[in-house]
C-alpha cells in the first residue's frame, strides 16, 4: 500500500485504501480470501496502535464459488465401507456419508441415540447447538 500509494497507510483515507483492496483484487485473477483479511486486520491493527480508533477498514466481498457435492456410486460406496476392518470404523464411515453428520456431531452420538427401526439418527448438539435428526442411508 506504501508503495502504490507512496503516502504511510495511517496517513491514508478510508476510500485511498478501499481503491488499493480494489486494484489488488482487478490486478491478482484469483485472490485468495485471507490475503485480504490478513491486509484489513493488519490495517486494523495498525490504526489501534496509532490510537486511530474512529477509522475504520471493512473487508470488501468476496465471491466464493459454489460447488456441488461429490457423491459416490453404490460400488465406490460399498468399497468405502467395505475398506475398514474394524465394524466401528464401519460404521463411523457410514454414518458420517450417509447421513450427512459432521464429525463434531458424530462425536457427540450415544448407542441411544442411534434408532435402526426408524433408520434415524437423533444428534442432540447440531450445528449452532441445534437438535435434529437424520435418516440412515441405505445401500442395497
Known amino acids: 500500500m506504501t508503495q502504490h500509494f507512496n503516502l504511510n497507510p495511517i496517513v491514508l483515507d478510508e476510500e485511498q485504501v478501499l481503491d488499493h483492496l480494489h486494484f489488488l483484487k482487478q490486478k491478482h485473477k484469483t485472490p485468495s480470501?485471507?490475503?485480504?483479511?490478513?491486509?484489513?486486520?493488519?490495517?486494523?491493527y495498525a490504526y489501534r496502535m496509532e490510537g486511530l480508533r474512529e477509522k475504520r477498514v471493512v473487508l470488501p466481498a468476496i465471491e466464493r464459488p459454489k460447488?456441488?457435492?461429490?457423491?459416490?456410486?453404490?460400488?465406490?460406496?460399498?468399497?468405502?465401507?467395505t475398506a475398514p476392518k474394524l465394524l466401528k470404523h464401519r460404521l463411523v464411515l457410514g454414518l458420517l456419508y450417509g447421513c450427512g453428520l459432521r464429525c463434531f456431531e458424530l462425536r457427540g452420538l450415544?448407542?441411544?441415540?442411534?434408532?435402526?427401526?426408524?433408520?434415524?439418527?437423533?444428534?442432540?448438539?447440531g450445528k449452532a447447538g441445534a437438535a435434529q435428526a437424520a435418516r440412515i442411508a441405505t445401500c442395497r
Open 110 to 125: 450415544l448407542v441411544k441415540d442411534i434408532d435402526f427401526d426408524r433408520s434415524a439418527v437423533h444428534v442432540r448438539q
Open 67 to 81: 460447488k456441488l457435492p461429490v457423491v459416490l456410486s453404490k460400488q465406490e460406496m460399498r468399497r468405502l465401507l
Open 33 to 44: 480470501e485471507s490475503f485480504f483479511k490478513h491486509t484489513v486486520y493488519g490495517l486494523r
